[in-house]
T-cell receptor
């Protein structure tokens, strides 16, 4: 069964350092999403890609966060510099219009900023 | 304001004690409503997509239903392995809105 891959699964960093997360969506899924989830809350959309283009990044803190999907397949989310408040689970999801926009999530990256 | 509200926030059931989780929404132009299961430290696992009022879907001990204002996730004779957080999300006008989830604990 096809799955969304994410790495690393866990990341511990010190504040002011740079971190990067990688996501490989399900093959053939044109839409890719990055979410942030704080413990006890629902996922919050950071950025949405359609192929290599950004569709929605209105909630992305652009002073420190960046995301790219250069070839329209895998994607990288970067934080520089990391702050204590960035500690959260970062989730990647992908979807295809052929399954009516149902999003399939990866296992997530748990980020801890010290 | 577009909003998704899930209730209760937490639910404890005895094994075999059936119950329902609620997801109410205030969005216009609903395109789909999604249910996910999330285990601690893991990504959400897709359960169901519902598209129109009156639709129902089942999977093992779970049954999801949809009305014009809310959705219910019915759990019949739950087992301890059903313990998880259940998330609801709605899609409307190209946007996705997630609820904060219901944390379900099934006691043996």
């Amino acid at each position: 069964e096809a799955e969304v891959a994410q790495s690393p699964r866990y990341k511990i960093t010190e504040k002011s350092q740079a971190v990067a997360f990688w996501c490989d969506p399900i093959s053939g899924h044109a839409t890719l999403y990055w979410y942030r989830q704080i413990l006890g809350q629902g996922p919050e959309l950071l950025v949405q890609f359609q192929d290599e283009s950004v569709v929605d990044d209105s909630q992305l803190p652009k002073d420190r966060f960046s995301a790219e999907r250069l070839k329209g397949v895998d994607s990288t989310l970067k934080i520089q510099p990391a702050e204590l408040g960035d500690s959260a689970m970062y989730l990647c999801a992908s979807s295809s219009w052929t399954v009516a926009d149902t999003q399939y999530f990866g296992p997530g990256t748990r980020l801890t900023v010290l | 304001e577009d909003q998704v509200t899930q209730s209760p926030e937490a639910l404890r059931l005895q094994e075999g004690e059936s119950s329902s989780l609620n997801c109410s929404y205030t969005v216009s132009g609903l395109r789909g409503l999604f249910w996910y299961r999330q285990d601690p430290g893991k990504g959400p696992e897709f359960l169901f997509t519902l598209y129109s009022a009156g639709e129902e879907k089942e999977k093992e001990r779970l049954k999801a239903t949809l009305t014009k204002k809310e959705s219910f996730l019915h759990i019949t004779a739950p087992k301890p392995e059903d313990s998880a957080t259940y998330l609801c999300a709605v899609q409307a006008r190209g946007q996705f809105y997630f609820g904060t989830g219901t944390s379900l604990t099934v006691i043996p």
